[in-house]
Nanobody
Framework: EVQLQASGGGLVQPGGSLRLSCAAS????????IGWFRQAPGKEREGVSC????????YYADSVKGRFTISRDNAKNTVYLQMNSLNSEDTAIYFC????????????????????WGKGTLVTVSS
């Protein structure tokens, strides 16, 4: 069974940092692309960042470029999202998702086709 568990959320002041983790199990991690998505109250879900199965291609939403960094540690079956310079617009529930590399599109400008979704972790940026 494919399982994805996001963690690391919490309350942080504007300008602060958090690192989210997505722990995966139930599939061959090295074969899957992983993405981070978020949904704020009253808004549609949006893609934040994705990394392909090779780890060589990444996607970032324009709103987070230069502030967020995605990485993967295949030995730990974990993907991370380092979030710096957080602001109130980053407040949302953050989800991680996965798909086989052959079934997902990950380019610098697109992240589309995730099949498996985990439960989210809440990030609240407030003073």
């Amino acid at each position: 069974e494919v399982q994805l568990q996001a963690s690391g959320g919490g309350l942080v002041q504007p300008g602060g940092s958090l690192r989210l983790s997505c722990a995966a199990s139930g599939f061959t991690f090295d074969d899957y692309a992983i993405g981070w998505f978020r949904q704020a109250p009253g808004k549609e879900r949006e893609g934040v960042s994705c990394i392909d199965n090779s780890g060589r291609v990444t996607y970032y939403a324009d709103s987070v470029k230069g502030r967020f960094t995605i990485s993967r540690d295949n030995a730990k079956n974990t993907v991370y999202l380092q979030m710096n310079s957080l602001n109130s617009e980053d407040t949302a529930i953050y989800f991680c998702a996965a798909a086989l590399g052959a079934r997902v599109i990950v380019t610098p400008s697109r992240c589309y086709g995730m099949d498996y979704w985990g439960k989210g972790t809440l990030v609240t940026v407030s003073s």
